[in-house]
RNA sequence: GGCCCCUUCGUCUAGCGGUCAGGACACCGGCCUCUCACGCCGGUAACAGGGGUUCGAGUCCCCUAGGGGUCACCA
């Protein structure tokens, strides 16, 4: 099972994988995954100013961490040179680029007019017909756009979009310094690693036509388009550093699981029926370019969270407790205070209380703090005189207990509520507090039964010595 | 401003000429209950507006409005 079929993610790496990009990465994944094509992954830094390697390298442990292999890649555009080169003289030879000695001020100048003059703001073609150029003279190349016409980028998603060449300019492809540009490297790798669909965002749908440009100049077959939807923040305005476009590793950092990312992400635009959740190999199975809607999309965080619920309420208890102690130790907390078994309990009893790996952690603490910290306004309410009569009696009867099930543990519940005529809630709460520090654990008998015996009874003995104070 | 794209509950979406316009998140009730959650049951809430086409329009066409994108020797 192969295809010919091959789509590539291009980031440039000025800056960290952030959701939007991942998005469009997936979805390129995914198309390829589903028709057994190739996923290429390439890297455009060809800006050297604010390329850099750091960027290079969280990219990397983003799709690391996200679980996304490329079948070829990555390829690097600053490693390609010698294939720009190439086209550049091909372009030159006949005829369709020429030599610029305009300086950037004076296109600026001539674009300023056009502006003023209520026209679209262009290069105004003044080297075109100049053939007497001082080889002294700085230069850049352009790429000759016919002035009439119209350039059509026949679009998956969005149909048959028509651009008029008037508006379009004479793009520069090599700059004075003689490093090529985006809009040309882009079509170039595109025709020489032979995408066949290009999947991207939709704010590259007005660059298409200068691409497209290229590939007529070259004689080469234009790929397949389809320009993807974007994501916007809750303001309806692109997301940005300022509202959630935060990158990848964040998510990772503030303990989101990669497969609840990837979901959430992909039915961002895309769906399937009435489905919510997604394996990937499901999404493998269903995804088509059809499916995404054309329409842009809010980034709601409130739903990845429940996505994210979702998946550390059904996922593996091993992996949990890894997560729990690496979390514990970045914490400074020793994970081996409590075996691997009563771990696996405490996150099991946690799972169903954790949007987020962060929140689990949170909520085991008390468990591996030596000291645990009381909330006061807790601590007033239920650590009182008032009961401290109750808290020695259950102390008193869960030093008994031979085994310290949670069985046996809610046994001694019973017998002190019934000698005492009280509801359990009376007792519980109190209890909660001396052990945990807080109101809120999950149910009594679990977490003193996790807690174990010596910790329980220590504990119960500093909320008893607290309430005396 | 020119050009391009988009428009179903607050949000993500189903819908592909005939539906009581469905699901999910969030929200609001209720049940469960030792706290917090989970779970279960129920509820509020949408076809941007206006013209056509059609026996019939959320679905097709046009206009308006709104939102977004793009106009570099950045990517």
């Not at 720009?84 to 100048?109: F, W």
């Not at 077959?221 to 305005?237: C, V």
Request: aromatic fraction near 8%; charge should be negative.
């Amino acid at each position: 099972m192969h295809s010919d079929i091959r789509v590539r993610f291009a980031p440039s790496n000025t800056g960290h994988l952030h959701i939007g990009g991942a998005r469009t990465a997936l979805f390129n994944w995914f198309f390829a995954k589903h028709h057994a094509g190739a996923a290429i992954l390439r890297i455009e830094d060809t800006d050297r100013q604010r390329s850099t390697e750091e960027y290079y390298d969280a990219i990397m442990e983003a799709f690391d961490w996200l679980g996304l292999e490329w079948d070829e890649g990555p390829y690097r555009q600053s490693q390609r040179m010698d294939i720009y080169k190439e086209s550049v003289n091909k372009l030159l030879s006949s005829g369709a680029a020429y030599r610029c000695t305009c300086t950037p001020d004076q296109v600026n100048a001539m674009r300023e007019k056009a502006r003023a003059d209520g026209k679209t703001p262009k290069y105004d073609g003044t080297c075109r017909g100049r053939y007497d150029k001082d080889p002294n003279v700085p230069f850049c190349l352009r790429l000759r756009t016919p002035d009439a016409g119209e350039t059509i980028v026949d679009d998956i998603l969005a149909g048959e979009v028509v651009f008029e060449n008037s508006q379009l300019d004479d793009m520069v492809i090599v700059r004075t310094d003689g490093t090529p540009t985006y809009n040309f490297c882009v079509a170039i790798d595109d025709i020489d690693m032979k995408i066949t669909h290009v999947i991207r965002g939709n704010d590259h749908l007005s660059n298409t036509p200068k691409q497209v440009l290229v590939y007529k100049a070259l004689e080469e077959p234009t790929p397949n388009f389809a320009h993807i939807s974007m994501i916007l923040g809750p303001d309806k305005k692109r997301l940005s550093k300022r509202h959630g476009a935060d990158s990848v590793l964040e998510y990772r950092d503030r303990g989101f699981l990669p497969e609840a990312l990837i979901n959430y992400l992909v039915r961002l635009g895309w769906s399937h029926g009435d489905q919510e959740i997604f394996t990937k190999k499901e999404i493998v199975e269903n995804f088509s370019l059809e499916n995404l809607n054309r329409s842009a999309a809010i980034f709601n965080p409130e739903k990845l969270l429940w996505l994210n619920q979702e998946y550390i309420k059904s996922a593996d208890g091993d992996f949990l407790v890894e997560s729990l102690d690496t979390g514990l130790k970045e914490r400074g907390l020793l994970p081996d205070l409590l075996t691997h078994g009563t771990r696996k309990g405490i996150v099991n009893e946690l799972r169903t209380r954790s949007r987020t790996i962060s929140d689990m952690i949170d909520g085991a603490r008390f468990f591996f703090e030596n000291e645990i910290e009381f909330d006061e306004k807790a601590a007033s309410k239920f650590l009182n005189p008032e009961n401290s009569g109750l808290i020695m009696k259950l102390r008193d009867e869960l030093t008994k207990i031979e085994t310290f099930s949670t069985e046996n543990v809610k046994s001694v519940f019973h017998l002190v509520m019934e000698e005492e005529t009280i509801k359990l809630g009376k007792l519980a709460q109190p209890v909660r507090v001396a052990i945990t520090g807080g109101t809120i654990s999950p149910g009594i008998f679990e977490t003193i039964s996790l807690l174990g015996k010596d910790r329980t009874i220590l504990r119960l003995n500093t909320a008893l010595a607290k309430i005396d104070e």
